[in-house]
């Protein structure tokens, strides 16, 4: 079992930052590719960003390229997500989640946190 908890999110107007945190307990963090989601309301849950276990690798959603970046501490088995120039289309509930390997694919990952709502306003 992985236990993940999500941090850092808010209240923040167009342009701005946030920094979302996903710390980890349990198995082995190392051991877990980790993905980043979002959730609007009314519609499904979406790929934003996923980190390799080593943290050599990153991909990330069109929408989210060149303005939000994952990176990972094995040492403290966190992973974060830096969101700048935020959007209010960036409006949702981010997850963190952990995969035996890097994908896309919300159905691919084993272990998920509660959520973290983040808000833009225009």
């Known amino acids: 079992q992985v236990q993940l908890v999500e941090s850092g999110g808010g209240l923040v107007q167009a342009g701005g930052s946030l920094r979302l945190s996903c710390a980890a307990s349990?198995?082995?963090?190392?051991?877990?590719?980790m993905g980043w989601f979002h959730q609007a309301p009314g519609k499904e849950r979406e790929f934003v960003a996923v980190i390799s276990r080593s943290g050599g690798v990153t991909r990330y959603a069109d929408s989210v390229k060149g303005r939000f970046t994952i990176s990972r501490d094995n040492a403290k088995n966190t992973v974060y997500l830096q969101m700048n120039r935020l959007k209010p289309e960036d409006t949702a509930v981010y997850y963190c989640?952990?995969?035996?390997?890097?994908?896309?694919?919300?159905?691919?990952?084993?272990?998920w946190g509660q959520g973290t709502q983040v808000t833009v306003s225009s």
């Open positions: 349990g198995r082995t963090f190392s051991g877990y590719a």
């Open positions: 989640a952990a995969a035996t390997f890097s994908s896309k694919v919300s159905t691919d990952y084993n272990y």
